[in-house]
Structures are given as structure tokens and as C-alpha cells.
């Protein structure tokens, strides 16, 4: 169905060039054309569309909505005036590296063609103009080029600075600070509402306990394998959490563990840990499993000691895993601050890990301050009412972020018991993919929260 557009008729005749319009969208409105224009010569192409997505901004859904678009600063800028009265403005070389015809993005995948070097960045636009549900551009310059780009794709991606705050505000997480929420494995593995609930409770909330899970080795892996690959690492892709006589880990044998991270020491730590329980026999004494969220943790240790968080944040940490007696020799060390915000000054990213701390190495000046915010931390994570404490029983499945909750585990006695579980990980950035996809594909118009990856959305 051909677009209906009303235009005055000095527009008409002026070509839409540096002019103002009005555009009226039909519902069931495509791009399915674009034209590339270089010299004296033109090429004809399809429009590429993105792979398959699902815009949080719905132009069918505007009936006969109108959409005014002006040119201004002699074709550096384009404002776009929404029919929620919202305004955009998208620079020209802003449009111009994210054109959509199928010379600059390919049509399947979705990735950009062409060279970057090519584009001219003091390049303006000279003419815009209509097609379907999309705007056609004309760029002058070194580089003429006319393209074409969605306008409810251009919806989605404003920059304007309300809808940078709107998304990240979208995309803050809710606090873990009490009971563990649960769910059913048969539920998560014969449900797809269920199983995008409990990934949205991880994502939010940062754990879950997933219960009747069967009691067989390997069982980690179908949860596992619900959300995404597993990561392999140093330690496999299944690792048995059990007391050994000649540990390779901490966590193989009967010792108190403090709060930390696991494997921070790699240049991206895991994101997901899941951890089964396979045996706890009721001889065994202590063994509870604490968790913390970090990301509260420091976020209320920057209210309370403002002073040592900015040391957490600008101070580098230093962290290593260095062991050559064991089946895969390790030599890994990695050095960044415990702390990292994004811009805005919110918490991207808590690095936290005692037993696996190499020799601090930073200016003469900086030693003290850092030991000072350092040891002030750990005490308040001790001290502070975030913790959660939870005895694993058998055929249940503890799931958390491990970028963002600090878990740890009381000294045990096994008394001739055994306490066995079996766990593994999941990359962060292939478990945010997987909550993204869901939410797009349930169209719910909201994003993914923070992930303790340092994203910096």
C-alpha cells in the first residue's frame, strides 16, 4: 500500500529540499527500497532491514500518525517531532553512518558494509525525502550518497538526552536483599513464560534457586543450557565442588570462604555460576552458602564513606591465579579498580575477591589510601544487614550473577558425610542476550537491567 502524505505546495515544488513536512503513515507501511547514488552513476538496491527485530516503537500502531521532520544548521542536523510530542535530532554524519541501504548494511545480518574511511564527516544533507515508512537522504560532499532509514528505527535509537536517561533509568536493577526467589525445573524446561520469568528474576534481582532438579551428575548442564552455551574455563565446563586432600581451589575442601568473585583474575569473568547440590548428608556440620549484593553494597558504601569509595574506584586492584601443579597450568593475573561507573557515576562493575589478590602495585602515595578504603569495605560487607544465608538441599540449583553477587561459604565438618555439588558457568554477555531476545520477542518495550558487565547503557 502506497504512503498517504500531505504536502504544501511549495514543497512539492521545492523538492522537499531544507524544507519542513508533514508525513501521514498507514499501518501496514514497509521500506523495501533503497538508492545509492556515487558520482555520475546510480545503483538501485533493496532496503536493508536489520535481522529480524521487534521495534519498542510501533509505527503501524500511529494511525495516521504525524511525523514532522526539519533541516537545520545548513543540513548538519535533522529533527524529527514524534506524535508523542517528543523531539530527536540526529546529526549528518550520524545518519550517514547508519544509512540502511543494502550497499551500507547488509540485508540478513545486519552489519555494516561500508569502509568507515570512506565517510566524509563534515558531509550535510541537501535533500530528504519520503519513502513508505522510512526517510530518504541526500548527502553532499567529497562522498554524495542517498540513502534511506526507518523512521521507527530511528525512534528506537534517539540520543536525545531524555531518552538516554529514560533507557538507563529502564535498566536499573532492583536490590537482593532478602529471601532468594525459587521456581521449578520442570517448569523452566516445559514453559517458555516460566523460563523468561526466571531469567528476568536473575536479571533484576541477581539469583534464584531453581528446585526438583534431578539428582545426576551433569544434571547443571540442562538448566545451563536453557539460557545459553556453557563457558568453559580453567576449571572444565563441569566442575565438582567437593573436598579434596591437595585442593586446586579454595573451594575444594572444607574451609571458610569469604565473599568474593569467582575467577576475577580473567579479563572476563563469568557471568552466570549455577551450582547444584548433589549430596549433603545430614552428618555434615556448617557449610551454608552467604550471598551479597555488591552493587547495593557499594552503592550504600558510597552514601556511608564516600571518601574510600572514590579510592575503590580510582585505585587499581590487583588479582592472580598462578598454580603449575595441576592438569592445566595457570598463570593469569589482571589489574583494575574494585569499583566501575559509567559516566553518569552509577556502579557498572564490583571486583571483589580476597583469595585471589596478587601484591598490590601502585604509586608510593596511593598504598595507604587504598588499604585504608579496602579494609573499611570488607568490614562493611560483614557488618552491613545485605547478607542472605541459605543451606543447599539436594536436587536444588543456586543461580546467580556472579559479576554482581558475592557469595561465600561457612567452614564445614563433614564427620564422615560427604557434601558434593556440581556446578558450572554461562557467559554474562550471552545470558543478557538471551533476556534481550525474550523481551523483544514478547514485545514488552523494555530493555535487559545491568548485568555487572561494565556496560556503560
Known amino acids: 500500500m502506497s504512503a498517504v502524505f500531505q504536502f504544501s505546495a511549495r514543497s512539492v515544488l521545492l523538492g522537499l529540499s531544507l524544507s519542513r513536512y508533514r508525513l501521514l503513515l498507514t499501518t501496514s507501511q514497509q521500506c523495501n527500497i533503497g538508492i545509492l547514488q556515487q558520482k555520475k552513476y546510480s545503483h538501485k538496491r533493496n532496503f536493508s532491514k536489520d535481522s529480524p527485530r521487534l521495534s519498542t516503537w510501533d509505527i503501524s500502531s500511529e494511525k495516521c ?22 523531539v530527536s535530532r540526529f546529526h549528518s554524519v550520524w545518519l550517514r553512518h547508519n544509512c540502511h541501504c543494502s550497499l551500507c548494511k547488509q540485508k540478513y545480518s545486519g552489519q555494516i558494509l561500508i569502509d568507515s574511511s570512506s ?23 567529497k562522498e554524495i550518497h542517498k540513502g534511506v532509514i526507518p523512521l521507527s528505527w530511528l525512534k528506537d535509537n534517539c540520543y536525545s538526552e531524555s531518552s538516554r536517561i529514560k533507557e538507563s533509568q529502564e535498566r536499573n536493577i532492583s536490590p537482593f536483599v532478602g529471601n532468594i526467589p525459587q521456581v521449578s525445573f520442570k517448569d523452566i524446561s516445559n514453559s517458555e513464560d ?4 526466571f531469567l528476568s528474576s536473575t536479571n533484576d534481582l541477581g539469583i534464584v534457586i531453581v528446585t526438583d532438579v534431578p539428582s545426576e551428575s551433569k544434571s547443571v548442564s540442562k538448566i545451563a543450557e536453557l539460557i545459553a552455551p556453557i563457558q568453559n574455563t580453567i576449571y572444565s565446563m563441569i566442575f565438582d565442588v567437593v573436598s579434596k586432600p591437595q585442593p586446586i581451589n579454595v573451594a575444594y575442601s572444607t574451609a571458610k570462604i569469604p565473599f568474593h568473585m569467582d575467577l576475577v583474575y580473567y579479563e572476563s569473568p563469568p557471568g552466570l555460576q549455577l551450582l547444584h547440590c548433589l549430596r549433603f548428608d545430614p552428618e555434615v556440620e556448617g557449610g551454608e ?53 559509567n559516566p553518569q557515576g552509577q556502579v557498572i562493575g564490583v571486583f571483589w575477591a580476597p583469595p585471589f589478590e596478587a601484591p598490590l602495585q601502585v604509586a608510593e602515595e596511593d598504598v595507604q589510601p587504598y588499604y585504608d578504603a579496602y579494609h573499611k569495605f570488607s568490614q562493611f560487607l ?29 567452614e564445614f565438618i563433614l564427620n564422615g558425610g560427604t557434601r558434593y555439588f556440581q556446578g558450572c558457568y554461562i557467559n554474562i554477555d550471552e ?6 531476545f525474550m523481551m523483544v520477542q514478547r514485545k514488552t518495550g523494555k530493555h535487559a537491567k545491568r548485568v555487572g558487565n561494565q556496560c556503560f547503557l
Open 194 to 197: 516460566s523460563l523468561f520469568s
Open 431 to 436: 545470558f543478557k542476550s538471551k533476556v534481550e
Open 119 to 141: 565517510i566524509d564527516p563534515q558531509s550535510v544533507l541537501d535533500n530528504i525525502n519520503v519513502l513508505d515508512s522510512c526517510v530518504e537522504l541526500s548527502w553532499r560532499g
Open 65 to 86: 500518525a504525524e511525523v514532522s521532520l526539519d533541516l537545520l544548521q545548513e543540513g548538519r542536523l535533522v529533527e524529527v517531532s514524534w506524535p508523542d510530542n517528543s
Open 289 to 341: 552458602n552467604m550471598f551479597i549484593d555488591s552493587f547495593q553494597a557499594a552503592k550504600l558504601f558510597q552514601e556511608e564513606f564516600p571518601h574510600h569509595f572514590d579510592s575503590l574506584v580510582r585505585i587499581p586492584a590487583s588479582f592472580q591465579k598462578i598454580h603449575y601443579d595441576r592438569d592445566w597450568p595457570v598463570h593469569m593475573k589482571y589489574k583494575r579498580p574494585h569499583i566501575t561507573l
Open 382 to 410: 560483614h557488618e552491613c544487614n545485605l547478607q542472605v544465608e541459605y543451606k543447599l538441599k539436594v536436587g536444588e540449583c543456586v543461580l546467580f550473577n556472579n559479576r554482581r553477587i558475592l557469595h561465600a561459604r561457612k
